[in-house]
């Protein structure tokens, strides 16, 4: 079964998938997107907790670019094209404000992604692109001559459909209830593209200590964790500071979820130590007097019922589980001096050892992807097959969480829209 031929094929109805869709068809084109699920925009309308990172506003683009590592030397065209601003102007344009919070995170006024991707979803069917949902791409048709491998069509469970362009938008692995499971990059290997395994990027990790799975649902606003190998070197030692999420597995939240890029690196030689510093922003001195001045209001009540005023908000039995029995009975006046000390050592520095992640089913973002060095960022096209071009996740490019990954969408989307 065919039905005939498209000006541009879109292979995935992601965020980057209906940015391409949209663009390409606002001029002119006609377009086919093809969506394995029963609708488009399954993960956009999850992101961000339901909320929707719709971008980063840091309106320095180079200083925006740093976020992408060694990829932002082949992203200085494609945002010169498609920006920050671009991606704002364009979603305020279609009645849909964006506020911003902390770390310029921005998110929709009304605070939900489903609203995001209705905006997409509007923008594909309002410029005529034909949909094709319940639809699984299972190969892309190619043929070669004088020298060159093209790609003509997509073969699906629902037929052949041939274009002169085809756009690969199938995204990576993460999140593969939704459908991302990075198919798209299985064909790529079999055209000559480098393909990097995909790997769980941003992702929580797991602890061996008891005493952080107690504390699971507990946030904490504003901490500093340290992570290390076993030689605690400083080559290899790093922080971070942010908030963090303990769960019954471990520990989450973008403090943790932007670290585990670098603190997988480090499991590949054994078990990270890693120490949570719950007063980043306090010397150890004035920390040293803090505690002594609540020592003195509370001479004589036990040293366990006095924690809470001593440490943050939910982490009192935390750390009175890291005490001796008979320490955490004492009566304040009777603590030494030595053992005040070591309290507040422990403050600074609350030991914990990160076994491992939590893998590809709960990472938000997986890295992995087409070598950018095969790829024209100029319009995302293939370097290998005529005619094929990539956006979003099927690029290897790592990134933090904060915005950056749906601004990367938003960008080579528009561009392989562009272009095409």
């Given at each position: ?20 869709a ?53 992203l ?16 305020l ?68 459909y ?13 999140h ?29 990790l ?16 504003f901490m ?23 769960t ?8 943790i ?15 990270v130590y ?34 809470k ?9 935390a ?29 600074k ?70 272009a095409?």
């Amino acid at each position: 079964m065919s039905s005939g031929t498209y000006d541009v094929i879109v292979i995935g109805g992601g965020a980057s998938g209906m940015m391409a869709a949209g663009r390409a068809a606002e001029r002119g084109r006609r377009v086919l997107l093809i969506e394995k699920n029963k609708e488009l925009g399954k993960k956009l309308s999850i992101t961000g907790g339901g909320r929707c990172n719709i971008l980063n506003a840091e309106s320095d683009t180079r200083a925006l670019l740093e976020n992408y590592g060694e990829a932002a030397k082949f992203l200085h065209s494609p945002f010169a094209q498609h920006g920050m601003q671009d991606s704002w102007d364009f979603f305020l344009k279609r009645d849909l404000p964006i506020v911003v919070e902390a770390r310029k995170r921005a998110f929709p006024e009304v605070q939900s992604a489903p609203a995001v991707t209705k905006v997409m979803r509007n923008y594909c069917t309002s410029n005529n692109v034909e949909l094709k949902v319940k639809t699984k791409a299972q190969e892309l048709i190619t043929e070669t001559g004088g020298g060159e491998l093209r790609v003509v069509g997509v073969r699906t469970n629902q037929g052949d459909y041939y274009g002169q362009k085809i756009i690969l938008a199938t995204g990576g692995s993460s999140h593969a209830e939704t459908g991302s499971t990075g198919e798209g990059l299985t064909w790529l290997s079999q055209y000559g593209h480098t393909v990097h395994e995909p790997n769980p990027n941003l992702v929580p990790l797991t602890v061996e200590e008891d005493w952080v799975k107690t504390l699971s649902g507990t946030t904490l606003s504003f901490m500093k964790i340290t992570f290390a190998d076993r030689d605690n070197t400083k080559a290899t030692r790093f922080s971070r500071t942010g908030k963090i999420l303990f769960t019954h597995f471990g520990v989450s939240g973008p403090l943790i979820l932007n670290a585990a890029h670098q603190v997988k690196q480090l499991l590949a030689a054994g078990p990270v130590y890693a120490s949570i510093d719950m007063y980043p922003d306090t010397e150890v001195g004035t920390l040293r007097n803090r505690v002594l001045e609540v020592f003195n209001k509370n001479k004589n009540k036990s040293l366990k019922n006095i924690l809470k005023d001593i440490t943050p908000a939910g982490l009192a039995e935390a750390v009175a589980a890291q005490l001796t029995p008979e320490l955490a009975e004492s009566k304040v006046h009777s603590v030494s001096r030595e053992d005040r000390q070591a309290l507040v050592d422990r403050l600074k520095a609350m030991p914990l050892t990160i076994t491992g992640t939590m893998g590809m089913d709960w990472a938000v973002i997986s890295d992995g992807g087409v070598d950018l060095t095969e790829v024209d960022t100029r319009t995302m096209a293939s370097k290998k097959v005529t005619n094929l071009y990539f956006t979003g996740d099927v690029l290897n490019i790592n990134r933090p969480s904060g915005g950056y990954s749906l601004q990367l969408c938003w960008t080579t989307g528009w561009v392989a829209g562009s272009a095409v």
